[in-house]
């Protein structure tokens, strides 16, 4: 990977949402937004973008923020980093989906400086925070120039580095719904080493059980870097709904998984490796989530 100097940008320092909507509307398509830059960063200095100005975000402290409560469920805003996320109690206790998939991403240094509004935003297939989120039922909230809307992160990504967000529009929040009761999940991520380096495959479960946790209610599996974006697989989420949960059935779901991705080769894995990993993840998601929900409450 050949890296040269960055290219020439003027700098700006939002310190509010609307200042940093005001200078996107000033510096159409010329601009970029800048929260922790390990994406941005390096796109720029390969040239794949080469904005004119720079809007730094990270002083809007609005967007720094992790709030839980069972009735609105968990808010977490996108200037929030990774490195935050995994330190979080409430991350780790009451959505370690999600932690599963920040403690695995990057390194330490990488970690302290990325975002999860960068990691969404990016828009990379490859992308560990969206798997989670979406197998949970999250959504993002944009803020733009018309005002604000929502939108849930399934449907969120367009292509790869391409997703729903206008040019005049910052992701600002995560919404998380609170997980109901007997309910549970699980990401998994397979890597060429242990750390570091972009998944070959990514796999998020999340169950809900009936209330003597036997049946399963239902199911959302969510798989990253099998698609041009993160996709649910939905025939895999049936192989288990209404079912009792073991290690055969966590196993067909796997295969039907592994049928309704659609992987390419890379210098990372081949289309075939991947599509066999799909079904090995996905087993493995899926069976850790039951047993959360088994032992953990
Ligand atoms: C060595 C290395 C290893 C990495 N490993 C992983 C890994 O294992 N898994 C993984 O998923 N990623 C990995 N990444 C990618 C990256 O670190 C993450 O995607 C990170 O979360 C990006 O966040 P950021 O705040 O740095 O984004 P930035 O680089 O600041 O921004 C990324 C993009 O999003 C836009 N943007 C950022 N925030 C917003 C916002 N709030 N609203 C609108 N637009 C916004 C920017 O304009 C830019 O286009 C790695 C990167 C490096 C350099």
């Not at 600002?172 to 609170?178: A, D, N, V, Y």
């Not at 075939?272 to 929900?293: D, F, N, P, Q």
Request: charged letters at 30%; aromatic letters at 6%; one cysteine or more.
């Amino acid at each position: 990977m050949f890296l040269r100097r960055l290219p020439k940008f003027e700098y700006h320092m939002a310190t509010s949402v609307a200042e940093a909507l005001g200078l996107l509307s000033q510096h159409v398509k010329t601009s970029e937004i800048f929260a922790g830059g390990t994406d941005l960063l390096v796109s720029m200095k390969k040239r794949e973008v080469a904005p004119e100005h720079l809007i730094n975000i990270k002083g809007i402290k609005g967007l720094k923020e992790i709030r839980f409560d069972d009735k609105e469920g968990l808010k977490i805003g996108a200037l929030v980093t990774i490195g935050e996320l995994e330190r979080s109690e409430i991350i780790k206790g009451k959505f370690c989906t999600l932690w599963d998939a920040c403690k695995v991403m990057a390194s330490p240094q990488i970690r302290n400086l990325g975002t999860i509004g960068g990691n969404l935003c990016s828009a990379l297939p490859s992308a560990d925070t969206a798997p989670p989120l979406i197998a949970m039922g999250a959504s993002v909230k944009l803020a733009g120039s018309k005002g604000k809307r929502t939108v849930l992160v399934e449907e969120f990504f367009k292509g790869p580095g391409e997703s729903v967000l206008e040019h005049d529009e910052i992701l600002t929040e995560i919404l998380i719904p609170s997980p109901p009761e007997n309910s549970g999940g699980s990401y998994f991520k397979l890597m060429r080493r242990r750390a570091m380096d972009l998944a070959i495959v990514g796999a998020a479960a999340f169950l809900r059980m009936d209330g003597n946790k036997r049946v399963c209610k239902n199911a959302c599996v969510a798989l990253g870097t099998v698609a041009p974006t993160p996709i649910r697989a939905s025939k895999a989420e049936e192989v288990v709904t209404k079912k009792e949960i073991d290690e055969d059935l966590a196993a067909e779901a796997g295969k039907v998984a592994a049928q309704e991705a659609r992987p390419r080769s890379s210098i990372r894995a081949t289309e075939s490796y991947r599509r066999e990993m799909v079904g090995v993840l996905t087993k493995r998601a899926i069976m850790e989530a039951y047993k959360r929900i088994i032992y953990d409450s």
